[in-house]
Every structure is written in C-alpha cells, then in structure tokens.
C-alpha cells in the first residue's frame, strides 16, 4: 500500500514538471523566439488557456502528500521554507504578469510585465532544480527528522549543507536547460510563422546542449549517491524508466530531424517523464536523505499515515483524479490549434 502512494504522489509530481515545465520553458524563451510585442503576445496565447490548470496537479500533490505522508510534509516544509516562498512568489508574479499584461495597450505597462514574465519562469526553472538538487543530494536531517537550511554554507556536499552547493547549482542549470529545450518544443508546436522558426532553432540548440549537461549530472550524481545507482539496478521500474528515456530520445530526435512538431513534442514529455520515474524509482523506499548520519533519514514506512487515512484516500482520490483527467482531455482538445492572437484576450 505505502509504495503504491509513493508512486501515486510521484506521478503527480512527475505530472505537474512535465506539463507546466513547458510554460517555464516557453516563459523564459519569451523574449528570444519574440521580438515584437504581436509575436510576445502569440507566445502568451500558447501558455494562457491552461496554465493555471496544470498548477491543479501541484495542488493536488501536496493535498495527498499530507494525507499519505504527513510527517515527511511537516518536516519538507518547515526545513525548505525559504525555497517554498521564493518558489511561491515566482508563480504568483508568473501568474499576475499573464493575467493583466494585455489590459492595458501601453509599450510601457506590457513591456514591464513581459520582463517580470521572463524573470518568474528563470526563477521557478532555476529554484526547481536547486529542489531536485536537494532531494538527491539530501538534506542536515537530525534524530527527530528536523532540519533547516541557509543558502549557503561551505558549498559542500555533506554535513549542514545550505540550498546552494557546487552540485546543487549544477543540477539547477542542468533542469533550467532541460525545461528551456521543453518549451521550445512545445512553442515549436503551437505557433506559427517567424516564431515557429525561432522555436524550431533554439529547440535544436537547447537539446544538443541537455545531452553533455545530463551526462555530466550523472557522474555529478555517482559521486555524491553511488548507493542509489547500484540499488537501482535490481530495482524493475529503474530500468522500465531508462526504456522510456531511450525510446522517448529516439522518438524525439525523430521528431526533430524530420519536423514532426507532434512527434518531436511527445518524445520530449517522454524524456522528462522518464528521467522523473528513474529518479524516483530509485529513491524508494527513502523520501529525504540525511547528509548528517544516513540512519536519520526519512523513508516511506516511517512518514506514512496510519492506516484509516490510506482508506480514506483510496475512496477519495480516484474519484478526483478521473474528474482531472477527464477535464485536462477536454480542455487540451478545446486548445489544441495553434495559438493565435486573435483569440488571445
């Protein structure tokens, strides 16, 4: 029971990076594929109609994370409390700059809010990788499953680490490509004319460059886990996640080399799904690391909820989850043209 919630949750999490990490990507790709303000505006219409939707899957994760595993939320959210509000200002600024942009029809007003657009996409990208960083590097947990962190404390890797270390930043750049490279994808599918072209180009860049950055942050990663790879090789679905990454790489260099803007964008969902799935397959049944002593870690049997809640839940959330998917279909069906400012208000 407790390691279907974990994949539950997981694919949750795994959800919500691959359906707004598009946004972020086109976000911060704003104004490189757009030079003038109608071409800013197409990229906006290629994120508007459903952003705030897939934010749900964020919602919805932390919601069943205090329902399964309340201790494990207690102490995540009391130890990454200044990542959480930076990570929370960034998309209320991200959201606030979408919204009320294209009310006013002043260079000024619209320009502004195009730059606050760009920064909050940057932030977010940026701050998620510090995240994934963190989860797999491992935080200063004690005895009591507490801890805290500054930014920064000696950029090491072990003992009271901060945020920010040598690897943490690594992973951070490598995340901030990788959602770059997503968004470009996923803009080359959804507009049109000079901007389509731009996307298509900076698509091709971006990719080129994730692959030496994902094998750098592999052996980053050996060194600072080794445990965590060679548990993953008798663990089944680290190798179903790394079939994934191979056939979802080969469909998208597909989709690249023959301009299959679906094709390209299916294979990218698919990358990043699999690097997520591998990634969390091979954490289990560890939910935060300690870099202090590994026996303060927290797994999954220790911060999960008694057994009335997983009953819970289980009536709950399937009913939930299908009215989401089911709504997600509609919408994405009802926006799946091509953006156009035309429909953009």
Known sequence: ????????????????????????????????????????????????????????????????????????????????????????????????????????????????????????????AILFGVAAGNLERGVPLDVNGNFSMAFFTDFKTSGYVGLLDWYTLSVSVFVTVLLAAHGATYLTLKTQAAIHARSATWANYLWLLVVPLFFAISIESWIIRPELFRGALHKPFCWLGLLTIIASAITLISGLATRSEKRAFIGSNGLLVGVLATGAAAFFPEMLHSTLAPENSLTAYAVASNRSA?????????ISCVLTIIYFILMSRRYSRKASTDRDN
């Open 1 to 124: 029971m407790i390691a279907i919630w974990f994949g539950i949750v997981s694919c949750m999490l795994i959800a919500y990076v691959a359906l707004d990490g598009r946004n972020f990507g086109a976000g911060m790709l704003h104004w490189i594929v757009a030079k003038t303000p109608l071409e800013r505006r197409q990229v906006v219409a290629a994120i508007g109609p459903l952003w705030s939707w897939h934010e749900v899957w964020l919602v919805g994760f932390g919601g069943t994370l205090v329902a399964v595993f309340p201790r494990l939320m207690a102490s995540a959210f009391s130890g990454y409390y200044l990542a959480l509000m930076l990570i929370l200002w960034g998309l209320i600024l991200r959201g606030i700059a979408l919204e009320v942009a294209g009310h006013i029809n002043d260079p000024l007003w619209q320009n502004f809010w195009d730059f606050v657009f760009t920064f909050a996409n940057f932030l977010l």
């Open 310 to 318: 997983f009953l819970l839940a289980s009536i709950w959330w399937p």
